[in-house]
Nanobody
Framework: EVQLVESGGGLVQPGGSLRLSCAAS????????MSWVRQAPGKKFEWVSS????????IYADSVKGRFTISRDNAKNTLYLQLNSLSTEDTAMYYC???????????????RGQGTQVTVSS
């Protein structure tokens, strides 16, 4: 059974930073591209970033480029997202997804965890 457990979210002031983690189990983590997506209250899912199986290739949504960094540790079966220079527009539930690459039309087609809440507020 695929399990994805996100953690690391919280309340942070504008300009602050957070590091999100996603612990994966139940599948061969190193064999799958992975992504982070987010969903703000009342809004659709938004793709944030993706990383290749070995971690050498990463892509980002324009809205987070230069501020967020995706990475992975295949030895630990863990995906990360470093969030810097956070703004109130980054407030959302953040999810990791298995196998997704870039923006997609159907986010329900991909396994994801329960999410971790990021709230940016002064």
């Amino acid at each position: 059974e695929v399990q994805l457990v996100e953690s690391g979210g919280g309340l942070v002031q504008p300009g602050g930073s957070l590091r999100l983690s996603c612990a994966a189990s139940g599948f061969t983590f190193r064999a799958y591209r992975m992504s982070w997506v987010r969903q703000a209250p009342g809004k659709k899912f938004e793709w944030v970033s993706s990383i290749s199986t070995g971690g050498a290739t990463t892509i980002y949504a324009d809205s987070v480029k230069g501020r967020f960094t995706i990475s992975r540790d295949n030895a630990k079966n863990t995906l990360y997202l470093q969030l810097n220079s956070l703004s109130t527009e980054d407030t959302a539930m953040y999810y990791c997804t298995k196998g997704q690459w870039g923006s997609v039309s159907d986010y329900t087609a991909y396994d994801r965890g329960q999410g971790t809440q990021v709230t940016v507020s002064s």
